[in-house]
């Protein structure tokens, strides 16, 4: 009975706690807590462009902030801005007419004639003598290894009896 009483209490402790959660989760995602938007007020938009170091721990970054262009000189004991201006505006391309793309020329059939043309010989009709890889093959090889070659490996059956044999006296004694 105390187990039952402990098991459910513990229960309805988890869920409160999880039901307090949720519906903190859900204010702070209505309130914008967390994700960098102002209540009532435009936030800024900063783009670093550049940066340069000029020493150890100094740095040049130019940032554009809002239209304007700020070049501010960073170093341990703080930012100065060093010049300030308009920010250029960003160059457009406009299209007025159409696109021609490039094009790849697809292979012909006359093309592929000529090309095997070229690599027959004449008199026997056959490709001629082409640079192959070679193949690495004996051709007095086997397809199946001879016991003498699998001789203590896993794939021997000799292998696998003295294992067996090994395990059987490992019980009886």
């Not at 094009?103 to 592929?112: H, I, L, Q």
């Not at 001789?151 to 003295?162: N, Y």
Request: proline share 6%; hydrophobic share 40%.
């Amino acid at each position: 009975m105390d187990t039952l009483v402990i098991t459910l209490r513990v229960a309805l402790s988890l869920g409160v706690v999880l039901a307090l959660m949720w519906v903190l989760h859900r204010r702070m995602a209505k309130s914008g807590f967390g994700t960098g938007k102002t209540k009532g007020r435009r936030s800024a938009s900063v783009e670093v462009v550049a940066r340069q170091g000029i020493g150890g721990k100094a740095s040049v970054v130019v940032v554009d902030v809002e239209g304007e262009r700020l070049v501010l000189g960073v170093s341990e004991q703080g930012v100065s801005l060093l010049t300030s201006g308009q920010a250029p505006a960003p160059e457009l391309t406009i299209v007025t007419g159409p696109v021609q793309l490039p094009v790849r020329p697809t292979p012909s059939a006359d093309a592929f004639r000529q090309e095997l043309a070229a690599q027959t010989d004449a008199t026997t009709g056959l490709p001629a003598e082409l640079p192959l890889r070679p193949r690495n093959r004996n051709r007095d090889r086997r397809a199946l290894p001879t016991s003498a070659q699998l001789q203590g490996s896993i794939l021997s059956a000799d292998t696998w009896r003295q294992a067996a044999a090994a395990l059987r006296n490992r019980r009886a004694g």
